[in-house]
């Protein structure tokens, strides 16, 4: 079987972004990757959404940014804006596309269906596939989206409308989600926060007609692209092999809070093409602990009290927009941790602060 210097295990978004980061830096000039990933072709598939609080190598793959957003609750709106972090949305096609022609033009780099096509013993491997021992009884955030055109210009495509908690909550968190990518054409994406313990939360489809038809009073439209996920709210089971580093959501690159992962994941390629040289001795990079503490108090809460959440995640944006994003994307200082904090309802968190992990 054939011996590789580097295997990524898994080419969607962090094994092919890791990738990337090597052969622009000229990392695999000498070295040789495989990529083993089982998909037929590469497509769109997903939308990733962030605020840029940092750079990363695919601008050109950027769909829209916007500068204004709002979030809302029954009988309540507000209105936001940054200019500092604008909140930007990837296309995957483009993404795949851009990577793909890179990577194909440098013979040193191999892609492979499955695993037990090469040999694993002698290379170092990049794992991106996240292992679920225990699927029951935690948190996700599970969603379809659907991208709709209409006949007339009826979105404002200067603002986005973060969460719209004015919907039916069935016990859990829910809110849908509005992207106009222009005056004619949006993402509406209908967001649960649960334990998926049934499907009675995925009537998905009706959903998003009823929200689009009689809240957005949009009653002509077709549908150009459809998109469905579920992204664990809880870190994968972490396998500790000789000679491999979990990277993406197998790596703990999700904030559980938000859900966001695409910028940690362009940070962690980072840091692994800096350390390639020496990268078995590194130290494991990770979100910050003090994220994952925060993080772990925020969930117990959302687990225990649901009906409270729309009005918790409405109250955190009673802040400086600054703040409140720097704060979701992990960068933060003290100031700023406070500033969010004081905005929670302290007795509630402190409740559960001091709760036994079960």
Known sequence: MKEFDYIIIGGGCAGLSLAYELEIHNKLREKTLAIVEPRLEYKRDKTWSYWKTSDHNFKDCVKKNW???SV??????????????????????????????KLNKNENISFYKSSDEISLSNAFVFNSVPIFHSKQDKLWQHFKGVEIET?????????????????????????????????????????WLSKMTNDSQKDYDDQLQDYIKNHLNIKDYKINYTEEGAIPLFYPTISKERNT???????????????????????????????IQTIPECKKYEINKKYKFLDKIFLRVLQNHPNKMPHIFFSLFNNSPENVIKFLSNKSNLLQDLSIIFRMPKWLFIKELFKNDK
């Open 67 to 69: 500068t204004n957003f």
């Open 72 to 101: 809302n609750i029954p009988g309540k709106t507000k209105f936001l804006e940054c200019n500092e972090f604008p909140y930007e949305t990837i296309d995957s096609g483009l993404f795949y596309e851009k990577i793909n022609n």
């Open 151 to 191: 006949k007339k210009n009826v979105f404002d495509e200067e603002i986005i409308n973060l969460m719209d908690f004015d919907c039916d909550q069935r016990e859990s968190i829910h809110f849908f989600y509005t992207l106009p990518y222009s005056k004619n054409k949006a993402l509406v994406e209908t967001t």
């Open 245 to 275: 580093i979990n990277i993406g959501t197998a790596g703990g690159m999700t904030r559980l809070s938000t859900g966001y992962t695409f910028l940690n994941i362009q940070e962690h390629s980072k840091y692994i093409r800096k350390n």
